[in-house]
């Protein structure tokens, strides 16, 4: 969705990535604790078919992991809602105030 908006097209992506950023990197978090839970449930399993393993690094990591979705899931709903905002889609005078005060930013 952040590459449908205006600002984004217009290559504003700095303002999108310094709004957005606690998302993604909850994103980013949450992907990694997941594929690295994942490929060691399936490491585990692979090696003895027959027993269910549960170790206590496993535990700890399938806790975390948890906790971390939980931030992930608020953060992904309240982001899908500000990305809803008209603001991102259109040029308009904040847009142009915040990309004049990015400029001042940048030369002075």
Not at 20 to 27: H, K, S, T
Not at 60 to 86: H, I, N, W
């Amino acid at each position: 969705m952040l590459f449908n908006t205006y600002v984004f097209q217009v290559g504003l992506v700095a303002i999108l990535l310094e709004r957005f950023r606690i998302p993604l990197f909850l994103n980013a978090l949450y992907l990694t604790l997941t594929i690295i839970l994942h490929s060691w449930i399936t490491n585990l399993r692979w090696l003895s078919t027959n027993k269910f393993i549960w170790t206590d690094g496993l535990q700890s990591l399938f806790a975390f992991q948890r906790m971390v979705s939980v931030l992930y899931y608020y953060f992904y709903k309240r982001t899908s809602e500000c990305l809803g905002d008209p603001r991102l889609y259109e040029d308009t005078p904040w847009l142009r105030e915040v990309f004049a005060g990015r400029r001042q930013r940048a030369t002075g």
